[in-house]
Every structure is written in C-alpha cells, then in structure tokens.
C-alpha cells in the first residue's frame, strides 16, 4: 500500500523524490498533536527544532522589558515557526511558542536538516528559497511597520491572512501590529 | 602566474575549489569601484543584484512616508549588501544603498547566483547558512530595538561595530538606532 500520509510530499510539494527518499525524509519528522493552549517553547532554552504546521494555528512572540507583547509570527497549514535566531545561532531562544487552535505539527531538528540538505541537493536548495522568502518577508514587514499608518497594516493583514485574521483574539492581532487593543477597535469601527 | 586576487577565495574562504571552479566564480563577479557620495540604488528600481563589499563602506537606508531616515545596514569588508526584500521577491526596490567611504565591491546578479549554487552544491550550502544568518541577525536587532534602551543599544553597536562607528557621522548611527542625533549626543555626554 501507498504512503498516504506522507510529509515529505506534503511540505516538498514541488520536488520529485524516489520511494526511498520518501521514507527517508519522513523518518527525519515527527508528528506532535498540540491543544491549544500548549506551549511549545519558553524563552532561555536551546532551541534544536523547527515545525512545520500542517493544521491548527500557533503564535511566536516576544515579550519585552517592559513587559509588553510583540507577536513575531503566526502559522498555519504549511508554515514553519520556530526562534529562529536561537535555531540558527545556536543562542538561547527569547521567545514563546503558543498554540491557538489545536494542532497537527511536524517536528524538524537542525542535525535531521543538515543531514537532508547535505544528502540532497534539491532540498537544500528549497531552504535557500524559503530563507530568502523569509528575509525578505520580514523586512518587508518591518518597513511596512515604519512606513504605513495602522489602519493601512490592519487591513493588509485581515485581507493576507483571511484565515488567520477570523480565527484569533483581537489581543493577537493588536500585538501583531504593534498597536494597542483600544486603538484595533478604534480602526475597526472607522471601516465598517 | 596564479591570480592573486581571485574573488572566489576571498568570499568562499571556507571552501575548497579546483582552479577551473575558481576561474569560474570569477567569470560570475564584476568589479565595481565606488566613490563617497556615490549612489548604488534608488527606490523604484528592479534589483538584479547584490554586492560583496571588498573595501570602504555602504549603507542602505528606506524613507518613510513622513520623510524619516532609517538604516537598514552598513557594510565593510565581507559583508553584503542589497535591497535583499526587492532581490528575493522580484519586486521595486524601496531602499536606497549609497557609499559613505570609497569602496571596492563586487556584483553578482541573482543569475550568476542561481547558476553557481545549481553547479555546485557547496555554494549553495554557504549561501543557505548566509540567508540563516541575516535572518537570525536582522530579527535579533529587531528585538533588541523592541526591548532594549537607546543607551544600551549604542554600546553595543560601537563595541560590535568600532570601524563603522568611527568612521561614520552621528546622523548615519542615529539612523541605525532609530533615536534623533540630539537623543544620540545626549547618550554620548552620559558616558564620557
């Protein structure tokens, strides 16, 4: 009988592998059911993995010296999410991991993914473009952010991430534009 | 006689190449000489390439709707530097790059990138670990400007960063920081 459930096919959606580097792959993956409230990662940790969301919806975010909130990411279906700088720089991480609603997630080690880049070159080259996708995604935002009036991100935000946007508390989402929950009402009411 | 000053031994200075992949790298590389003053991008533009800086110094900076000056990055020797959103994404360049110290770079479009990490995988292993880098330093500065204050963030600019901070003017490092030059003069007299 046939894979049915492969993660390989379901996160390399555009690379061709052979049955045995199906297997492979999948073996590098773990599966982790969460509830939402779960956590899944405290600042001050060592941050070995990343996750590949394939349902439910969890948050990243970072909360400052003044105790303020800043939401770095939210993931659904074929996202990834991790701390990134942690995963990358081999620092402890400063962020947490929630989980919204609750999720399917494949765990990723950084070893299982030197090991899969250095054995295939294709896949090494799908972690260059989804890097340079990263970058450029995150900057975009951060300039976005210095450059745009709230209400512009606000609705940006709800028309990019329909799905997103419906399904989280105001709270998030106030914390993601880096405005406070008073001034997302304020913007709401001034649209509808 | 042996090139003296392959371009190819300078950037991937980790890596081992056979003469003919040295002479192909370079073939990839063009020389550019840049005067202080000079301009490398404007917004508005397709951004085809990125730049090695060899000598000198680069910044690139983006104005916001209400005239603001913001720094994205500076780059000396062994750095890179682009419109990286406008590079990876194929969209207009919002950024500015000018050249605040005579410099010597090297081009390398998105092309020659793309040919040199499909010809060998040990390219694009060094320009993955690159893009995890950038995104892991970028989103650590972000973080540290969400979290930590102006003071501290300039001690640790001058004490990462002692070429660029001596050799550039107040104006450049307020930019970087995100403070006015009279918060960044104020911060200086409270240390000396």
Avoid at 53 to 82: E, P
Avoid at 89 to 99: D, F, L, P, Q, R
Wanted: hydrophobic share 40%.
């Amino acid at each position: 009988m046939e894979k049915e459930h492969s993660i390989a096919l379901e996160i390399f959606k555009d690379i061709s592998f052979s049955k045995k580097e199906i297997a492979f792959i999948d073996s590098k993956f773990s599966k982790i059911h969460l509830k939402k409230g779960d956590i899944l990662l405290i600042p001050g940790a060592y941050v070995k993995n990343q996750y590949y969301v394939f349902s439910g919806c969890l948050r990243s975010y970072f909360i400052n010296a003044q105790g303020k909130d800043h939401t770095t990411q939210f993931a659904v279906n074929d996202w990834w999410i991790s701390d990134y700088t942690a995963f990358f720089s081999g620092e402890k991480s400063v962020m947490n991991i929630e989980c919204l609603q609750d999720a399917v997630i494949y765990q990723f080690s950084r070893e299982n993914m030197n090991q899969l880049c250095e054995k295939m070159p294709k896949v090494e080259i799908f972690f260059r473009k989804k890097m340079e996708r990263a970058f450029a995604g995150f900057q975009k935002r951060i300039l976005e952010y210095l450059s745009q009036p709230a209400k512009e991100r606000y609705l940006k935000f709800i028309s990019t991430y329909p799905v997103i946007s419906k399904s989280i508390r105001n709270y998030h989402i106030a914390s993601y534009l880096g405005i406070t929950t008073e001034s997302l009402s304020r913007i709401r009411k001034s649209i509808h």
